[in-house]
C-alpha cells in the first residue's frame, strides 16, 4: 500500500506563491511517476503537471505553464509544486497522485491519490 499525504496548500492572495509537497510512504516501487491534479467546485479533476521517475520529462497544463514547476527528490519520495503568479482560477482543492512506470495525463492513469489540499487564491 502507498501512502501520500500532500502539505502546503493555503489561502493567497493574487499574485502570490505557494508551494506544495506530496510525500509518499509504504511500498515503493523500483520507478514511479508523480503528478499533480487539482478540482474546483462543480468541476471535474484535471491535470496541472507530472515528472518522470528520472526527473528528466515533465509536462503541464497550458493554464499553469509558466506559473508552476514540478519537482521531486527521490531520496525523499517527495514531489513539490511550485506555484507562482497565482490567479483566482487557480483556486482548488490540489492532488498529488502516483503511477508506476511513465509519466502520464490523465487522472484514471494513477493508481494512488493523496487526500488533496485546499488552495484558495482572493482577488
Known amino acids: 500500500q502507498v501512502q501520500l499525504v500532500e502539505s502546503g496548500g493555503g489561502l493567497v492572495q493574487a499574485g502570490g506563491s505557494l508551494r506544495l509537497s506530496c510525500a509518499a510512504s509504504?511500498?515503493?516501487?523500483?520507478?514511479?511517476?508523480m503528478g499533480w491534479f487539482r478540482q474546483a467546485p462543480g468541476k471535474e479533476r484535471e491535470f496541472v503537471a507530472a515528472?518522470?521517475?528520472?526527473?528528466?520529462?515533465?509536462y503541464y497544463a497550458e493554464s499553469v505553464k509558466g506559473r508552476f514547476t514540478i519537482s521531486r527528490d527521490n531520496a525523499k519520495n517527495t514531489v513539490y509544486l511550485q506555484m507562482n503568479s497565482l490567479k483566482p482560477e487557480d483556486t482548488a482543492v490540489y492532488y498529488c497522485?502516483?503511477?508506476?512506470?511513465?509519466?502520464?495525463?490523465?487522472?484514471?492513469?494513477?493508481?494512488?491519490w493523496g487526500q488533496g489540499t485546499q488552495v484558495t487564491v482572493s482577488s
Open positions: 509504504g511500498r515503493t516501487f523500483s520507478t514511479y511517476a
Open positions: 497522485a502516483l503511477r508506476r512506470g511513465v509519466v502520464a495525463g490523465t487522472a484514471n492513469e494513477y493508481g494512488y
Open positions: 515528472m518522470s521517475w528520472s526527473g528528466g520529462s515533465t
